[in-house]
């Protein structure tokens, strides 16, 4: 299956873009890096979302869920300089 990265980026920064106040508001912020084949959003942490306790939830109920709704072929959305939770 071939997915469309163009139109999945669009949702992508346009779900971005409304989280942003939120995370500018802490100090933080994210940026798309790339689009894989499998429909996996990679984003990079910035700021004070680098390293704080809530960047999972951040990532997880805010941008993926968010992406999610407009996009529902994405697979997931990770974050590249986010240390691994077990």
Known sequence: MSIDKKAIEVKV?????E?????HADGGDMELVEIQDDATVVV???GTCSDCSMSMMTLKAGLEEAVKRV??????????NMAATV
Do not use: D
């Open 19 to 23: 989280l942003r106040p939120f995370l």
């Open 13 to 17: 920064l346009e779900s971005m873009a």
């Open 71 to 80: 996009s529902p072929e994405v697979k997931a959305v990770v974050a590249i």
């Open 44 to 46: 990079r942490l910035l």
